[in-house]
Each structure stands twice: as structure tokens, then as C-alpha cells.
């Protein structure tokens, strides 16, 4: 193996991937104070995976062809989710969740640390599996298992994120459906197959980084991600609103808040209300 790899290797492709986080966190940051909201920063949530990819594939001197399974992977799910936020947040105003962050003072200071400097952290911590990987031997013998295993679940996530979000605007774009509760194809199986299938592309992440030591140690960034998803800026948050709705509490009951279950039955339980 030639190349950067060993601590050396990683704290070249840390640091450069921190460089790019900061230019990329400050050039959004600098639309955003020029559009007058910062909802601009969920479209460079996904990119800024793909760019840390992408610094470690040319960087790293680990394992290639883990290398390329990892570039390829950040980037198909990087990409499709950077496309899909384009979309949401197009001809949109600042996102509730940020108004509600920044308050009556949203000034530089506060906006670079409540909002930039926190998904900055979020995107180099989580992909620490990509830069560990990168710099680290190849995958031998029995742990080819546990890479294998990575890519099934890599992909099982993928195909949950990018069915559930086409299944959403598309029941969204059908006027018949508005002030209905979207409980159909993935969304009767979890409420949140979106954010479920976010958890399992980057679990899948982990397992492959994890086919080579020292990459099992990464395991919190899954941690942290799944942590986030379900318990503090995704699904918590969206039922907290949700949840005062008629017909959501009808269908919290009879679907699983985030593992997919087969759905219950509906029981007196109408689908009228409104659409997440």
C-alpha cells in the first residue's frame, strides 16, 4: 500500500476535509445572509458528504477498491438527497426550525454557531468512517462478510430515502389528496422511512469502513446520526407538530414511529387530516 495512510495519512485527509467543510459552510452561509433565510444550508447537508468522499478516494492510500465502494456510495446518496432539498426549499422562507433557533436576534455570530458551525461539526464527525477507511488496509478473509453486509444495508437505506420522498411529493402533488394523511406504500410501514432509510445508508457506511481496523471505532458517527434523526432534528421534531393534526394520532397508532412493521389494522382509525 503506498500512499497516505496510518495517522499521518488521516490527519491529511481530516484536515482537508475540514477545509472544504469550512469553505463550503461559509460560501452558504453568504447566500443565505443574502437571501435573507438559511434554509439554504439542508441543500449542502448532502454535498458536503460527497466532497469529503471525494477528498478521501484522491487523498487516502487505504484499500482502493474500499475506497471507490465508499465514494461511489457518499455520492449516489449525497446527490439524490442534495437534488430532493433543492426542490423543498426552492421559492420557500426560512425553515420553522431555524426561525425558532434564532429568535428575535439573528445576528452573524448567532447564525454561524447555531446553525453553520453545528452541521459543519455534524458532517465532519459523521463521516469519519470515509476518512478513517480511506487511510487503513484492505479487507481480508472473513470480514469481506461484514463489507458485503455494509452494501446490502447501504442500499436497502437508499432505496427506503429516495422511495419514501418520491412517494410523498407524489401523493402531495395530487390534489385529491390534500387534507389527507400520507399512510400509503412505505409510509404505512414507518412514519418516517425517509429519515429510517438516512440511518441505514450511514450504518451501511460504518459496516463497510468497519471490514478493516482500526474503522470499527467510528461506530458513534452512525450513532450521532441516527441519534439526531430520530430523537433531536428529524422525526422528534416533525411528530411535535404532526401530532395536533386530525387523523395523525389515528395513524401513530396502527404505524411504527421509525423501524419498518407491518401496519396494524385501521380500526376506527380515518385517514382525514393533513398531509405531512
Known amino acids: 500500500m503506498t500512499g497516505l495512510t496510518g495517522w499521518a495519512g488521516f490527519g491529511v485527509v481530516t484536515g482537508a476535509s475540514l477545509l472544504f467543510i469550512v469553505v463550503l459552510q461559509a460560501i452558504t452561509f453568504a447566500v443565505g445572509r443574502r437571501l435573507g433565510h438559511y434554509n439554504v444550508v439542508d441543500v449542502i447537508w448532502g454535498f458536503g458528504f460527497v466532497g469529503i468522499g471525494w477528498i478521501a478516494l484522491i487523498l487516502g492510500g487505504g484499500d482502493i477498491t474500499r ?13 439524490r438527497l442534495t437534488w430532493h432539498m433543492l426542490g423543498k426549499v426552492r421559492g420557500k422562507g426560512e425553515d420553522p426550525r431555524y426561525a425558532k433557533v434564532l429568535g428575535d436576534n439573528p ?12 452541521q459543519g461539526a455534524a458532517q465532519w464527525f459523521v463521516s469519519l468512517p470515509l476518512q478513517v477507511s480511506a487511510v487503513t488496509h484492505a479487507t481480508h478473509g472473513i470480514w469481506w462478510i461484514v463489507l458485503i453486509a455494509g452494501v446490502v444495508l447501504w442500499a436497502i437505506g437508499i432505496s427506503f430515502e429516495a422511495i419514501g420522498d418520491a412517494q410523498m411529493t407524489s401523493f402531495k402533488s395530487d390534489p385529491s389528496n390534500k387534507g389527507k394523511i400520507m399512510d400509503r406504500g412505505l409510509w404505512a410501514w414507518t412514519r418516517h422511512p425517509n429519515y429510517f432509510g438516512d440511518s441505514a445508508v450511514w450504518w451501511g457506511m460504518w459496516l463497510i469502513a468497519a471490514s478493516a481496523w482500526p474503522g470499527v471505532l467510528t461506530v458513534l458517527s452512525p450513532v450521532v ?19 395536533k393534526r386530525d387523523g395523525y394520532p389515528e395513524y401513530q397508532q396502527r404505524t411504527s414511529y421509525f423501524f419498518p412493521l407491518p401496519p396494524k389494522t385501521r380500526e376506527g382509525a380515518g385517514s382525514q387530516g393533513h398531509a405531512p
Open 67 to 79: 475506497r471507490w465502494i465508499l465514494a461511489v456510495a457518499v455520492t449516489v446518496w449525497g446527490l
Open 107 to 118: 445576528s452573524a455570530g448567532r447564525v454561524i454557531r447555531k446553525i453553520f458551525g453545528t
Open 225 to 243: 446520526m441516527t441519534y439526531f434523526l430520530v430523537f433531536a432534528t428529524g422525526a422528534r421534531l416533525l411528530e411535535q407538530s404532526m401530532s
